[in-house]
């Protein structure tokens, strides 16, 4: 189970971080990613962290705004999101990856957290 929080309303250039805390069985994971979807959009893909922490992978159009990171003792990933911009607003959703298919595309997914909403306002 995947328990997203962290969502809210901010100014364009503000900041908002984001947590996913996983429980059940979290040791069959081999990592966890962040996707978002805005109204009338398809689901695209963030950032997404392995397991262990030592490969990260983001969206080009989040990088250097973005940085996931992950607290395997408190089983929690976290999106630290800065200079965010109108376009980021969107339901964000937290993922775990249990199978090596593509950290990229929402199928590589095995299990999905609710969504948190972030509306940025310029």
């Known amino acids: 189970q995947l328990q997203a929080s962290g969502g809210g309303s901010v100014q364009a250039g503000g900041s908002l971080r984001l947590s996913c805390a996983a429980s059940g069985r979290t040791l069959s994971t081999i990592g966890m990613g962040w996707f978002r979807q805005a109204p009338g959009k398809e689901r695209e893909f963030v950032t997404a962290i392995s397991w262990r922490g030592e490969s990260t992978y983001y969206a080009d159009s989040v990088k250097g705004r973005f940085t996931i990171s992950r607290d395997n003792a408190k089983n929690t990933v976290y999106l630290q999101m800065s200079s965010l911009k109108p376009e980021d607003t969107a339901a964000y959703y937290c993922?775990?990856?249990?199978?090596?298919?593509?950290?990229?595309?929402?199928?590589?997914?095995?299990?999905w957290g609710q969504g948190t909403q972030v509306t940025v306002s310029s």
């Open positions: 993922a775990a990856k249990v199978y090596l298919t593509s950290w990229f595309l929402p199928n590589g997914y095995d299990y």
